[in-house]
Protein backbone atom coordinates (compact mmCIF):
# COMPACT_ATOMS: atom_id res chain seq x y z
CA UNK A 1 0.00 0.00 0.00
CA UNK A 2 1.14 3.58 -0.48
CA UNK A 3 -0.30 6.49 1.33
CA UNK A 4 -2.82 8.20 -1.10
CA UNK A 5 -3.23 11.04 1.53
CA UNK A 6 -3.19 12.13 4.67
CA UNK A 7 -5.84 14.38 6.21
CA UNK A 8 -5.73 16.87 9.18
CA UNK A 9 -8.88 18.10 11.06
CA UNK A 10 -9.97 19.31 14.42
CA UNK A 11 -10.94 15.50 15.48
CA UNK A 12 -10.06 13.75 12.47
CA UNK A 13 -6.44 12.23 11.08
CA UNK A 14 -7.47 10.24 8.82
CA UNK A 15 -4.39 8.59 6.10
CA UNK A 16 -6.18 6.84 2.97
CA UNK A 17 -3.67 3.76 1.67
CA UNK A 18 -4.18 2.86 -1.61
CA UNK A 19 -3.22 -0.09 -4.03
CA UNK A 20 -0.61 0.49 -6.65
CA UNK A 21 -2.60 2.10 -9.79
CA UNK A 22 -6.22 2.87 -7.79
CA UNK A 23 -5.76 6.49 -8.66
CA UNK A 24 -4.36 6.20 -12.04
CA UNK A 25 -8.06 4.36 -12.73
CA UNK A 26 -9.85 6.99 -11.72
CA UNK A 27 -7.99 9.85 -13.26
CA UNK A 28 -8.99 8.09 -16.28
CA UNK A 29 -12.23 7.48 -16.17
CA UNK A 30 -12.36 10.97 -15.45
CA UNK A 31 -10.46 12.15 -18.60
CA UNK A 32 -13.01 9.36 -20.55
CA UNK A 33 -15.61 12.40 -21.22
CA UNK A 34 -14.09 15.79 -21.42
CA UNK A 35 -17.38 17.43 -21.72
CA UNK A 36 -19.98 15.84 -19.21
CA UNK A 37 -19.05 14.88 -15.44
CA UNK A 38 -18.60 11.46 -14.71
CA UNK A 39 -18.47 9.49 -10.94
CA UNK A 40 -17.27 6.52 -9.23
CA UNK A 41 -17.28 4.80 -5.79
CA UNK A 42 -13.93 3.94 -3.81
CA UNK A 43 -14.01 0.82 -1.12
CA UNK A 44 -12.05 -0.30 1.07
CA UNK A 45 -11.61 -1.02 4.70
CA UNK A 46 -11.82 1.52 7.40
CA UNK A 47 -9.60 0.74 10.42
CA UNK A 48 -10.07 3.66 12.78
CA UNK A 49 -7.90 6.33 11.11
CA UNK A 50 -6.63 4.23 8.37
CA UNK A 51 -8.68 3.57 5.28
CA UNK A 52 -7.33 1.16 3.09
CA UNK A 53 -9.27 1.88 -0.56
CA UNK A 54 -8.87 -1.41 -2.18
CA UNK A 55 -11.50 -1.33 -5.46
CA UNK A 56 -13.03 1.62 -7.66
CA UNK A 57 -15.99 1.25 -9.44
CA UNK A 58 -17.06 3.34 -12.38
CA UNK A 59 -20.48 4.67 -11.67
CA UNK A 60 -22.21 6.03 -15.28
CA UNK A 61 -23.64 9.52 -15.16
CA UNK A 62 -27.33 9.23 -16.30
CA UNK A 63 -28.17 13.26 -15.97
CA UNK A 64 -28.18 12.97 -20.16
CA UNK A 65 -30.46 9.96 -20.07
CA UNK A 66 -34.00 10.80 -20.98
CA UNK A 67 -34.82 7.49 -19.22
CA UNK A 68 -33.91 9.09 -16.05
CA UNK A 69 -36.11 12.22 -16.78
CA UNK A 70 -38.02 12.13 -13.77
CA UNK A 71 -34.78 11.95 -11.44
CA UNK A 72 -33.19 14.30 -13.16
CA UNK A 73 -36.25 16.69 -12.38
CA UNK A 74 -36.58 15.69 -9.13
CA UNK A 75 -33.28 16.63 -8.36
CA UNK A 76 -33.01 19.95 -10.55
CA UNK A 77 -30.15 18.52 -11.69
CA UNK A 78 -27.96 20.08 -14.93
CA UNK A 79 -26.90 18.68 -17.70
CA UNK A 80 -23.55 21.05 -17.30
CA UNK A 81 -22.73 20.94 -14.10
CA UNK A 82 -24.68 17.95 -12.15
CA UNK A 83 -24.10 14.03 -12.15
CA UNK A 84 -26.54 11.48 -11.45
CA UNK A 85 -25.31 8.41 -10.86
CA UNK A 86 -26.83 5.28 -12.91
CA UNK A 87 -29.17 3.82 -9.60
CA UNK A 88 -28.71 0.01 -10.46
CA UNK A 89 -25.03 0.79 -10.52
CA UNK A 90 -25.26 2.90 -7.22
CA UNK A 91 -27.09 0.47 -5.89
CA UNK A 92 -24.82 -2.43 -6.87
CA UNK A 93 -21.82 -0.86 -5.67
CA UNK A 94 -23.37 0.52 -2.12
CA UNK A 95 -24.86 -3.29 -1.40
CA UNK A 96 -21.29 -3.66 -1.29
CA UNK A 97 -20.99 -1.41 1.61
CA UNK A 98 -21.19 -1.13 5.49
CA UNK A 99 -23.66 1.69 4.61
CA UNK A 100 -26.07 -0.97 3.22
CA UNK A 101 -25.44 -3.89 5.85
CA UNK A 102 -23.06 -3.91 8.95
CA UNK A 103 -21.53 -7.54 7.63
CA UNK A 104 -20.41 -6.35 4.37
CA UNK A 105 -17.64 -6.61 3.06
CA UNK A 106 -16.25 -2.98 2.22
CA UNK A 107 -16.51 0.21 3.50
CA UNK A 108 -17.25 3.36 1.53
CA UNK A 109 -14.21 5.19 1.74
CA UNK A 110 -14.15 7.68 -1.65
CA UNK A 111 -17.26 9.03 -3.61
CA UNK A 112 -15.69 10.17 -7.37
CA UNK A 113 -16.71 12.41 -9.77
CA UNK A 114 -14.83 15.36 -12.13
CA UNK A 115 -15.98 19.13 -13.29
CA UNK A 116 -14.53 18.91 -16.78
CA UNK A 117 -14.38 22.61 -17.37
CA UNK A 118 -14.01 23.93 -13.97
CA UNK A 119 -11.06 23.62 -11.09
CA UNK A 120 -11.93 21.20 -8.76
CA UNK A 121 -13.73 23.06 -6.27
CA UNK A 122 -16.70 21.84 -4.19
CA UNK A 123 -19.59 23.00 -5.61
CA UNK A 124 -23.14 24.07 -4.08
CA UNK A 125 -24.64 20.72 -5.40
CA UNK A 126 -21.40 18.63 -4.28
CA UNK A 127 -21.92 20.20 -0.95
CA UNK A 128 -25.64 19.98 -0.97
CA UNK A 129 -25.60 16.00 -2.16
CA UNK A 130 -22.71 15.32 0.42
CA UNK A 131 -23.88 12.59 2.89
CA UNK A 132 -21.93 9.50 3.62
CA UNK A 133 -18.78 9.65 5.53
CA UNK A 134 -16.03 9.51 2.94
CA UNK A 135 -13.28 11.52 1.29
CA UNK A 136 -14.82 12.56 -2.05
CA UNK A 137 -12.31 13.37 -4.98
CA UNK A 138 -12.83 15.80 -7.29
CA UNK A 139 -10.90 15.51 -10.42
CA UNK A 140 -10.58 18.38 -13.03
CA UNK A 141 -9.47 17.33 -16.78
CA UNK A 142 -9.24 20.65 -17.90
CA UNK A 143 -6.43 21.60 -15.33
CA UNK A 144 -5.18 18.56 -14.29
CA UNK A 145 -6.30 18.87 -10.43
CA UNK A 146 -7.46 16.76 -7.85
CA UNK A 147 -9.10 18.25 -4.28
CA UNK A 148 -9.69 16.19 -1.60
CA UNK A 149 -12.62 16.94 0.50
CA UNK A 150 -14.27 15.46 3.77
CA UNK A 151 -17.76 14.71 5.08
CA UNK A 152 -18.19 13.13 8.18
CA UNK A 153 -21.91 11.66 7.15
CA UNK A 154 -23.99 13.86 9.37
CA UNK A 155 -23.33 17.77 8.64
CA UNK A 156 -23.87 19.44 4.77
CA UNK A 157 -20.40 20.46 3.40
CA UNK A 158 -16.82 19.54 3.49
CA UNK A 159 -13.59 19.85 4.85
CA UNK A 160 -10.83 20.77 2.42
CA UNK A 161 -8.49 18.16 2.81
CA UNK A 162 -5.61 18.88 0.15
CA UNK A 163 -5.40 19.31 -3.16
CA UNK A 164 -2.98 18.10 -5.94
Known sequence: MINFIQYHN????????HNDGILEE???????NLQDEVCGIGLGHKNNNIWNLTKFIPLDN????ENFAEIKSQLNANDLTDYIPHPAQWLNAISQTTHFAKDAE??????FHTHPHNHPRPSMTDIRGAGYEAVYIIY???????????????????????YR
Open 10 to 17: KTSNIIID
Open 26 to 32: MIAHGNS
Open 62 to 65: VVKD
Open 106 to 111: FDLVVL
Open 140 to 162: SPCYNEISYNYNNGVTRGFENAG
